[in-house]
């Protein structure tokens, strides 16, 4: 008995349908973006200095930027910047000499940068679904852009509780590293010597959607405005 050939159009088909699905992640886990700092109250970065005399307390709950994390693969990318003026520590003056040009001179360096091409997830929490990923990147504090590498948490934000969030798919990102003063060239002044560590604690806790953030329309027209007088 003769195997009865395919029609033309039927083994087209099939052969779309495998095309089609090749490149495509089981269970729709490919690459996906999350963009931060679309909530202040989802946003946290926070910094301490600790000395025998004075234990400092900072905060910001500003960040921009994304990561992409591509779930199948277990690989990623990310670039962040946090505004030095957001930078607070409870006291006015004292937030006033953080800014100023003798420390991380706001005005001349207004960002604090993190850029990794490099993120690799090391392992999975099967109980808690939480992950553990590793980044080699680049840190840039005053001008200065230093090596950066470690570890940070990430869990995938369940899609029941996420619509509670907002729009689009979110994550939650959890690190922390120590960041010593001297190695971006910021000296600390012999009078506050005793009450500022040469090194601080850096710790980021920060959910990410998929939700691209609105666009700031008079911020694109204040560049419309500066390119057309130049």
Do not use: C
Not at 82 to 106: I, N
């Amino acid at each position: 008995m003769k195997a009865r050939p395919y029609p033309a159009s039927l083994l087209a088909a099939v052969l779309l349908l495998a095309a089609s699905g090749a490149g495509a992640a089981p269970g729709g886990e490919a690459a996906k973006t999350f963009h931060f700092g679309s909530a202040e109250s989802r946003t946290t970065v926070q910094f301490e200095s600790e000395t025998s005399l004075e234990v400092i307390h900072g905060i910001t709950r500003q960040i921009a930027g994304s990561a992409t994390f591509d779930f199948e693969k277990g690989e990623g990318s990310t670039e962040l910047s946090v505004p030095v003026k957001s930078l607070t520590t409870g006291l006015p003056a004292r937030d006033g000499h953080l800014r100023s040009d003798g420390w991380l001179d706001a005005e001349k360096f207004p960002d604090i940068l993190f850029k990794a091409k490099a993120l690799k997830r090391v392992k999975t929490d099967e109980a808690s679904k939480k992950e553990t990923w590793s980044y080699e990147g680049e840190l840039t504090i005053h001008g200065v852009t230093k090596p950066l590498k470690g570890e940070a948490t990430v869990q995938r934000v369940p899609e029941e509780f996420a619509k509670n969030l907002g729009p689009g798919s979110w994550v939650k990102v959890k690190t922390a590293f120590p960041v010593t003063l001297k190695d971006f060239d910021i000296s600390v002044p012999e009078m506050s010597a005793a009450k500022v560590a040469p090194t601080w604690d850096v710790r980021v806790d920060i959910f990410g959607t998929t939700e691209p953030p609105a666009k700031d329309e008079k911020k694109d027209e204040k560049k419309d405005d500066e390119k057309g007088s130049k």
